[in-house]
């Protein structure tokens, strides 16, 4: 069943938004007669990732939204909503091989700054999502080995989440992706959980699907390939809708499959759950969907470290639907996420 909010988080989205205009529009607690928190880290804050606050990412495309839409009266009840989504951590994604390294340097000392932890996701592996409507990634395997090395690099010993290359494990259990072979890729995902793990405080989760896709009998193996007993966990339901309750059962399956690894749950967009039209591509840019619960590691299951953002709402899925290209923001349908999250009863 859909995950509902409670009063009290809408109690702290609001005071969340406050903060977040504040940062956007320049304005500071003297201009505004409000308490904001300064910037500074506490001395001697924790470095476990799931210890600190998540972080908040200023340059998210709905907080250049905000941003762009500050001087035109008639999108100031839009800007308010958009707003909303832009004062929630979520997943920063490493796509390229030229920028991917840069803005991990860049996010992870701005977070460190505040004794926040960042979520990156990262997405460049050969071949990406089949060819598909995120095609891309890396041009081979040493490329890509290279380009993890200089991501972890750029983290270093500041605390971050990385969540690893969706759908890639997924694809290979499914023996998608043509002629690229699932042990190559799987190699590939195995040498970045060491390269990545490496990092004292980084925790490394393996994307492992959702709970509509692959079996849970067909997706331990493919983790077990890709390196998940030195990984931190795995990840479910990046860039979908399945349920947080669907979701957590789908992970703890899974979880008792691999070793007892713990999870992390996308809840971005999973306010209403799947939609379900018949077609093959009900998960692109679906209609009716709405935001869900806020991203928190105090999930209340023993076995769920955090229900995170990963994919930023209001992205595109791809050109579907009257979308545009994949990861392009799409305020429209940032818009209808909320719209469809306040409408809940």
């Known amino acids: 069943m859909p995950h509902h909010s409670s009063p009290q988080l809408h109690r702290c989205l609001a005071a969340l938004v406050v903060v977040t205009a504040l940062a956007l529009t320049g304005c500071t607690s003297a201009d505004s007669g409000v308490a904001v928190t300064t910037e500074r880290a506490t001395t001697g804050a924790s470095t476990d990732p799931l210890?600190?606050?998540?972080?908040?990412?200023?340059?998210?495309?709905?907080?250049?939204?905000?941003?762009?839409?500050?001087?035109?009266?008639?999108r100031a009840g839009d800007r308010a909503l958009i707003a909303r989504i832009a004062a929630q951590p979520m997943g920063v994604w490493l796509t390229n091989d030229a920028d991917g390294p840069r803005r991990a340097a860049r996010v992870s000392r701005a977070a460190d700054r505040r004794g926040q932890t960042p979520v990156f996701v990262a997405y460049n592996i050969p071949g990406r999502d089949c060819g598909l409507y995120s095609a891309g990634g890396a041009a081979d395997g040493d490329r890509y080995r290279r380009w993890v090395t200089r991501v972890a690099a750029a983290i270093g010993r500041r605390p971050a989440i990385v969540v690893l290359e969706p759908d890639a494990a997924s694809q290979a259990a499914a023996g998608a992706c043509g002629g690229q072979q699932a042990s190559v890729r799987l190699g590939l995902l195995r040498d970045a959980v060491r390269i990545l793990g490496a990092g004292p405080n980084t925790r490394v989760y393996l994307d492992a699907g959702n709970a509509d896709w692959m079996p849970p009998r067909r997706m331990a193996p493919a983790l077990r390939r890709a390196g998940i007993a030195q990984a931190d966990g795995f990840a479910v339901n990046v860039s979908n809708f399945e349920t947080t309750a669907a979701s957590t059962a789908y992970g703890e399956r899974l979880s008792r499959l691999v070793g007892g690894k713990r999870f992390v749950i996308d809840t971005s967009r999973n306010g209403n759950g799947p939609y379900a039209d018949g077609t093959s591509e009900d998960w692109c840019n679906?209609?009716?969907?709405?935001?869900?619960?806020?991203?928190?590691?105090?999930?209340?299951?023993?076995?769920?470290?955090?229900?995170?953002?990963?994919?930023?709402?209001?992205?595109?899925?791809?050109t579907c639907r009257g979308g545009p290209p994949a990861g392009t923001w799409w305020p429209e349908y940032a818009l209808g996420l909320i719209s469809a999250a306040e409408s809940r009863p």
């Open 51 to 74: 210890e600190r606050p998540l972080y908040v990412d200023p340059d998210s495309s709905p907080a250049r939204q905000v941003r762009a839409w500050a001087t035109d009266p008639a």
């Open 286 to 318: 679906p209609p009716g969907r709405a935001l869900g619960s806020a991203p928190t590691t105090d999930t209340g299951r023993r076995l769920v470290d955090a229900h995170l953002w990963v994919k930023i709402p209001g992205e595109s899925d791809g």
